[in-house]
């Protein structure tokens, strides 16, 4: 935690005579943003002369009555126990602050930083680095210069900007500002892992303004979300630093969680995640049987295909994909939309393929082949439901495929009586398609147990 201060005085040093100080401004920043402010005049019980008036604003018509400091010792220390102080040239505020302590009798002592000194290091080159030409050279706007809070909201501003600047630039080695952003990061540490159960669901992180910046699932998000804060990867550090809220969705079991990431990902595009993202499938594997009986392949736009067997986003993917079960199963080219269709196919000269391109291979025992690959891609059954556990004990969780399609998925009392399709599809909600939601699927059904209810 931080304090941002800044004073007004009414001289350029302390002059051991209480009541120097004119106004002052404490901000409490939590490593993310301003949490509580404190401002107010004092009375510095002593004459304001025109010189500091001029470049204050404050006379002495406006600081009479206002409290004098010893008034607002104990809110100061109060406001600053435990945190770093922090001032745009810190040893003149600091200066003042522990004067006034000191004619109390009180030893006032607190860690600093100099958003002066931080500013030298974290933007080099500047011209002058008061902090006017600063908040002008990086827009920052300050509409009560040489007032207290004016001055102490534009140093939090710019302490932003250098918390920013280090986390652009990982290769600078500066103790004291490692050590503010390790802190930071451990904050919001805790605060996320307060925020998370050992539950398997789905978690959103957000950043300051409230946008998503990644989606991830576990069975345990409190474990996964962990295990970001161990990353020693550069772009997992720059995501913790502009991590400042998280979200969770409890899904009671692995296979909806799989499905809801990836809709959810698709849906937002958050900037951290890589996979999953793409939502437009141009090409895909399409498959059919000839008027010969034998199982052909082809690579088909997605819109026109027919019998969908893999999609993809890309014609080259698809390429790609094809190539490599051709390879696989010894798949013949002609039969693949690969060379002409009265070709003897190139990789049957070089025995790849087994021939039935020229009349060696029987269609049952290519088909064979073939048929292996469709078992792998499509679902048995066309329309059922599986039954998994829900997110509590008492709960069961339906996953809805129709016409061989993931639909949805949805929950229900395991005290109720459901059975007939209408009753299963009424429970499900309804979740936008997107093709590689069946590859989880069936990725999912070949790993686990489950139950299956034929509609």
Request: glycine fraction near 6%; charged fraction near 30%.
């Amino acid at each position: 935690m931080f304090a941002i201060i800044d004073i007004e005085t009414c001289g350029g040093k302390f002059e051991f005579r209480r009541g120097r100080i004119t106004e002052i401004c404490i901000l409490i920043h939590d490593g993310l943003t301003v949490t509580e402010k404190f401002t107010t005049l004092l009375d510095p019980e002593c004459y304001i002369s025109p010189f500091y008036t001029n470049i204050t604003g404050i006379t002495n018509d406006m600081v009479m009555g206002a409290p004098k400091f010893h008034e607002v010792a104990k809110k100061i220390i109060d406001l600053t126990e435990g945190k770093i102080f922090i001032a745009h040239n810190v040893g003149f505020d600091y200066g003042f602050i522990k004067s006034e302590f000191d004619s109390l009798g009180y030893k006032y002592k607190r860690e600093t930083l100099c958003t002066v000194r931080l500013s030298r290091k974290l933007l080099p080159g500047k011209v002058s680095y008061s902090l006017g030409n600063l908040c002008q050279s990086l827009g920052i706007e300050n509409e009560a210069r040489h007032r207290a809070e004016g001055d102490a909201v534009a140093t939090a501003k710019l302490f932003d900007i250098l918390m920013l600047a280090k986390s652009a630039n990982p290769q600078y080695k500066n103790q004291g500002v490692d050590e503010l952003m390790t802190r930071r990061i451990d904050k919001i540490k805790q605060y996320i892992l307060d925020k998370l159960p050992e539950e398997c669901g789905v978690y959103y992180f957000l950043d300051k303004t409230g946008n998503i910046i990644y989606i991830g699932k576990s069975v345990n998000v409190y474990n996964r979300a962990m295990s970001h804060f161990n990353t020693k990867e550069q772009k997992g550090k720059k995501m913790l630093n502009d991590l400042y809220n998280v979200d969770f969705v409890p899904t009671g079991n692995e296979l909806i969680a799989l499905l809801l990431e990836s809709e959810e990902i698709k849906k937002h595009k958050p900037r951290y995640n890589k996979a999953r993202k793409a939502h437009q499938f141009t090409h895909c594997i399409d498959w059919f049987k000839d008027d010969k009986g034998i199982i052909n392949f082809k690579i088909a736009e997605y819109e026109e295909s027919e019998n969908a067997l893999l999609s993809f986003t890309s014609y080259l993917s698809a390429r790609e994909r094809l190539e490599s079960l051709i390879d696989e199963y010894s798949l013949c080219l002609r039969y693949c939309g690969l060379t002409g269709e009265d070709a003897v196919c190139f990789n049957h000269q070089i025995k790849k393929c087994n021939g039935i391109c020229d009349g060696q291979e029987e269609t049952e025992v290519y088909n064979k082949r073939a048929n292996d690959i469709l078992k792998n891609y499509i679902f048995i059954n066309p329309d059922f439901v599986l039954v998994d556990k829900g997110r509590t004990p008492e709960e069961r969780a339906v996953i809805l495929i129709e016409n061989g399609h993931y639909s949805g998925f949805g929950y229900f009392d395991s005290s109720e009586s459901v059975s007939s399709p209408e009753e299963f599809k009424s429970i499900v909600k309804k979740a936008a398609y997107y093709p590689d939601a069946d590859d989880l699927l069936r990725s999912w059904m070949k790993q686990n147990k489950y139950k299956s209810i034929l509609l």
